[in-house]
């Protein structure tokens, strides 16, 4: 009998935003509890029904629960100056627990994945769950034709932005790309060439990845601070719930004293973010990140919210990661350059760009503690909640309409 392959071969394989967030829970609140659900937003438009790869899907997490970082996986991340040593240490020591997580499918086809347990197990399992999730669908898909198609597109991509590393202009901030594909790869293989002929092509401008694997095996940068769990957990943390935003940027700064320092703007929405990232967090943090609503609305804002604070905008940077392929990343650059600097995570463009159209698949944190929590991102679709009262008590307590 043949032994099946993993799809997840090392821990690193995983974006930097899960061992940032992974360090600072554990230090500060490592009892706390976490529910996150598994949702398709896209459902109709896949192929065949996903819950066809629920049995592979199980055998993979369960050889995704086997594996354990390896001496010099964690001397990488010894290298990297905002790990702690005894993070590192407890990471020698870490392992994904299968019982935490469950698979089930229903009668429509649709496929569900539950992930319930301590925040410092649970909130590890996203990005790899994603991936393996993208990898066995899009492999019953796969053919030389699907391939050549990628690798055309990925042709003109390096030719796109070797006209653009042309068009930069000396006196500006630079045009920078990370790759933020993890999530949404159409294999572990092809997110690797994708990055490797595109960092080679032009390094200067693709500069970094948030895949940690990718970042020490191709010896550049990992990207990423924080995502919505972490800002979301503290609304069922220890503080009142007007005050959670305050509080999850506080123990940020707290953590990582300088490092790291752009904030997260789309868990209550952009108007209720800047009414609490006073000066003092304006001063602290190096900028902030767009992922979700009009992407110019939300730089101008930003800007005149750094200008009303009298900080010099110029100083700050912006980080665009909202559905973003590299001509909607250009004209942003161009647009803001003369302003404020800025940066683009591109995902699925980047990563799974074959002409099969991509899963827009998330795993998403609604329950803390017991609690429920949510984001009320400033694009509609993108929130997720299963307590419509909680939502209209968040929406409440922050001031934010309806859409």
């Known amino acids: 009998m043949t032994a099946t392959p993993s799809i997840i071969t090392s821990l690193l394989d995983n974006d930097l935003y899960k061992f940032t967030m992974l360090q600072a829970m554990l230090h500060q609140f490592p009892q706390t509890h976490g529910v996150y659900r598994f949702r398709c937003r896209n459902n ?7 819950a066809d790869i629920k049995k592979d899907l199980e055998r993979q997490l369960d050889l995704l629960c086997e594996l354990r970082f390896c001496s010099d996986e964690l001397d990488y991340l010894r290298g990297l100056r905002f790990m702690r040593s005894d993070f590192v240490d407890y990471l020698e020591l870490f392992q994904l627990k299968r019982r935490f997580i469950t698979v089930s499918s229903d009668d429509k086809g649709r496929l569900h994945i539950d992930i319930e347990g301590p925040m410092i197990q649970a909130m590890f399992f996203e990005v790899f769950v994603l991936a393996i999730v993208n990898e066995l669908y899009f492999s019953a898909l796969t ?61 200067k401008i693709v500069s970094g990845t948030s895949n940690v694997y990718l970042a020490k095996e191709l010896g550049i940068t ?41 904030a997260l ?63 909607k990343a250009w004209r942003l650059h161009q647009y803001f350059k003369d302003r404020i600097r800025t940066s683009f995570g591109i995902g699925t463009s980047l990563t799974n760009d074959m002409g099969i159209t991509p899963l827009n698949i998330v795993l998403k944190l609604v329950e803390c503690n017991g609690q429920p929590v949510a984001k009320i991102s400033d694009s509609p679709g993108k929130t997720m909640i299963n307590n419509d009262t909680y939502l209209a008590y968040l929406r409440q307590v922050f001031d934010v309409d309806k859409p």
């Not at 943090?285 to 010099?312: C, E, M, N, T």
């Open 44 to 50: 109709n438009d896949a192929l065949y029904p996903l």
């Open 143 to 203: 053919t030389e034709d699907v391939v050549a198609e990628g690798q055309r597109r990925l042709d003109d991509k390096v030719a796109r932005l070797r006209h653009l590393a042309n068009q930069q202009e000396t006196d500006k901030p630079p045009f920078i790309i990370a790759d933020f594909g993890t999530r949404r790869r159409f294999s572990k293989a092809w997110q690797a060439h994708v990055v490797e002929t595109l960092h080679s092509a032009e390094p």
């Open 222 to 262: 990992p990207i990423g601070t924080m995502a919505h769990e972490f800002m979301q957990a503290f609304q069922a943390l220890d503080v009142r719930l007007r005050d959670s935003q305050k509080a999850a940027l506080e123990a940020w700064v707290h953590e990582y004293r300088g490092d790291l320092g752009i």
């Open 265 to 327: 703007t789309d868990v209550v929405g952009m108007d209720a973010f800047l009414r609490d990232f006073d000066l003092y967090f304006a001063k602290l943090f190096d900028g902030l990140r767009h992922d979700s609503g009009d992407p110019y609305v939300w730089g101008d804002k930003a800007i005149s919210h750094y200008q009303k604070l009298k900080i010099d905008p110029k100083t700050k940077i912006l980080t665009f990661s909202d559905g973003l392929d590299i001509d």
